[in-house]
Every structure is written in structure tokens, then in C-alpha cells.
T-cell receptor, first 109, second 114 residues
Framework: EDQVTQSPEALRLQEGESSSLNCSYT??????LFWYRQDPGKGPEFLFT???AGEEKEKERLKATLTKKESFLHITAPKPEDSATYLC??????????FGTGTSLTVIP | DSGVTQTPKHLITATGQRVTLRCSPR?????VYWYQQSLDQGLQFLIQ???????AKGNILERFSAQQFPDLHSELNLSSLELGDSALYFC?????????????FGDGTRLSIL
């Protein structure tokens, strides 16, 4: 069964303390892996798309990487405004989309 | 602001009733996706339309149906509502069908079944 698992479920960091979020997937025939940020009461906001193993994308303090079975979202020197839930999603053949349950990140000043 | 508009923001109704959720995609986007987000689950993909035609179906119940109109707005119809249907319903849109098109989400409709 196609599945997306994110870890940890929750993460508390001090401001400036770098860390990584994990997204592992069992989807066959991956067409794309997506990272989103979701703030309370809002819809997910698109961050990155990755297509093949070895690919990396960066945006400000965030960097996403992809291997054959997992993706990492690295957060460098986070700030309180980076606090949010980070969602990972994969697109499988047949245009099926599977989301993980997210990592809730809190950055403490 | 993603440019995707969902109405209403909140909806409270009773079991057995029927409701319609509406979504206006970003200007120029042809694809619309519907998702359900419950407290204990992640976003569950329901259905996708592209330029008026159904393109993909996920875990959508038979009591649920959707359509996309010629002006590209979409409606999700939920009938014979049950307590378990209480959730956030999100609509997303993208420009084309390809995986290189990120989905842009609205802020959702919160449905509460009493």
C-alpha cells in the first residue's frame, strides 16, 4: 500500500538550532515529491518539488533533498517565524496524491 | 494569498443533510483538486478535475461527488452526512496536469456535523 510517513511528529528547536525533518515513502513510480508549510487555520503553502534521487532545492533557510525512499527538509538557523507544520506529499502514477501527517515545528526565541 | 477561494469558510449542519462546498481556482489554472483533512489523519486526496473532466479519484466516498464547471470553478457535494464527515475540506489548483505544477491551496471549509 502506498504510504508516506513523516518524522518526528513534533519538534521544538531553539532559535538558530539547525535540524532535519524526514519524509519516507513507499510509493512505486514516484512522479514527484512535494514539501508544504501549513500555518494554523490556513491551507498548505507550496515550498518545493523534487523529482529524482539526488536532487536538492533551497529557499532561504530551507533545503530539501531526495533519495530513492525518503526526503529530508533541512532547516538551518531557524527563526520563530519558521514555526509551522511541514507536510510532505508524493504523486504516484494515475495522478494519485498521498500526504504525510506532518511535522509540527516550534522555534523558541 | 494563494489566489484560490473557498466558500463558505465554516459550515454547521446535521447528520443526514447535504451540503455543497465551492472552490474558485487561481486565475488561469485548469486543474482543481479536493482534499479532506481530519484531526487524526493527514490530507486525504479525494478527486481531481482538469478543464471540466474528472482526471483522478482518490478515497472519495460514494456519498460525495464533485464537478468542475465551464468557468472552471468546482463544487464538492456531500450527502447523507455522518458525524465522521466533520473535517476541513481543501481545494487546490494548478496550471496543468503535469507533476511539475505545484498545487496552490485555499484556506479550506470547516464542516461540522452535529
Amino acid at each position: 500500500e502506498d504510504q508516506v510517513t513523516q518524522s518526528p511528529e513534533a519538534l521544538r528547536l531553539q532559535e538558530g538550532e539547525s535540524s532535519s525533518l524526514n519524509c519516507s515513502y513507499t510509493v512505486s513510480g514516484l512522479r514527484g515529491l512535494f514539501w508544504y508549510r501549513q500555518d494554523p487555520g490556513k491551507g498548505p503553502e507550496f515550498l518545493f518539488t523534487l523529482y529524482s534521487a539526488g536532487e536538492e532545492k533551497e529557499k532561504e533557510r530551507l533545503k530539501a533533498t531526495l533519495t530513492k525512499k525518503e526526503s529530508f527538509l533541512h532547516i538551518t538557523a531557524p527563526k520563530p517565524e519558521d514555526s509551522a507544520t511541514y507536510l510532505c506529499a508524493v504523486q504516484a502514477p494515475g495522478n494519485q496524491f498521498y500526504f504525510g501527517t506532518g511535522t509540527s515545528l516550534t522555534v523558541i526565541p | 494569498d494563494s489566489g484560490v477561494t473557498q466558500t463558505p469558510k465554516h459550515l454547521i449542519t446535521a447528520t443526514g443533510q447535504r451540503v455543497t462546498l465551492r472552490c474558485s481556482p487561481r486565475s488561469g489554472d485548469l486543474s482543481v483538486y479536493w482534499y479532506q483533512q481530519s484531526l487524526d489523519q493527514g490530507l486525504q486526496f479525494l478527486i481531481q478535475y482538469y478543464n471540466g473532466e474528472e482526471r483522478a479519484k482518490g478515497n472519495i466516498l460514494e456519498r460525495f461527488s464533485a464537478q468542475q464547471f465551464p468557468d472552471l470553478h468546482s463544487e464538492l457535494n456531500l450527502s447523507s452526512l455522518e458525524l465522521g464527515d466533520s473535517a476541513l475540506y481543501f481545494c487546490a489548483s494548478s496550471g496543468r496536469e503535469g507533476s511539475d505544477q505545484p498545487q496552490h491551496f485555499g484556506d479550506g471549509t470547516r464542516l461540522s456535523i452535529l
